[in-house]
């Protein structure tokens, strides 16, 4: 049996044990998630924090990480465009960002564990030109569907599986710019 955990590393959810120590850490609501917030990745206690979490899930046996929302380095990048956004404190810049998620993927791998982030292609294209042997593998959410089966226009779709295809290639070994 292979056993993969799960960590939210861009984002806070209210039902978590751990809320209230990094509540003021929120950067803005997350539009369509009830209770989760965008966090500031860039600091320190919260970095140590996820690591922390990988050491103990690697301990009961996990051999690799699901990282949600590493897509936090566009959100930083592109602005909040979220359709409630009320921004809790000002977002880090883009490149502290893209810093931050590095240093903790590169802390995630160097234990044994495999790292397979969820969405956040805007961060990987850049993660992974730079550092082409530590992604093994992706998650795409919404490549045809965005939630509640409301089927994705044909240009998101488009997008979802060229970047899918990008990654495949990269991660394979098949490098294409």
């Known amino acids: ?14 039902g978590r044990s751990y809320y209230q120590k990094f509540k003021s850490l929120r950067l803005a609501y997350y539009d369509g998630w009830d209770g989760e917030y965008w966090i500031d990745v860039t600091d320190k206690g919260w970095q140590d924090h996820i690591l922390d979490l990988a050491k103990k899930i690697k301990a009961c046996g996990a051999i690799g990480l699901y990282l949600d929302n590493t897509d936090i380095y566009y959100m930083c990048q592109q602005g909040f465009m979220e359709e409630k956004t009320h921004m809790l404190r000002k977002a880090p810049s883009a490149q502290a ?19 397979m982030p969820n969405g956040g292609d805007t961060f990987l294209r850049k993660f992974m030109m730079a550092r082409p ?8 959410e919404g490549v045809f569907f965005e939630r509640l089966n409301k089927k994705n226009k044909s240009s998101d779709t488009k997008y979802y599986k060229d970047w899918c295809k990008w990654a495949q290639n990269r991660i394979s070994g098949k490098v294409i710019s």
Do not use: W
């Open 133 to 140: 042997n530590v992604i093994a593998t992706i998650n795409q």
């Open 97 to 115: 960002v893209y810093n931050a998620l590095s240093s903790m993927i590169l802390k995630i791998h160097a234990l044994g564990l495999i790292v």
């Open 1 to 14: 049996m292979l056993i993969y955990g799960y960590l939210n590393i861009g984002a806070l959810e209210d």
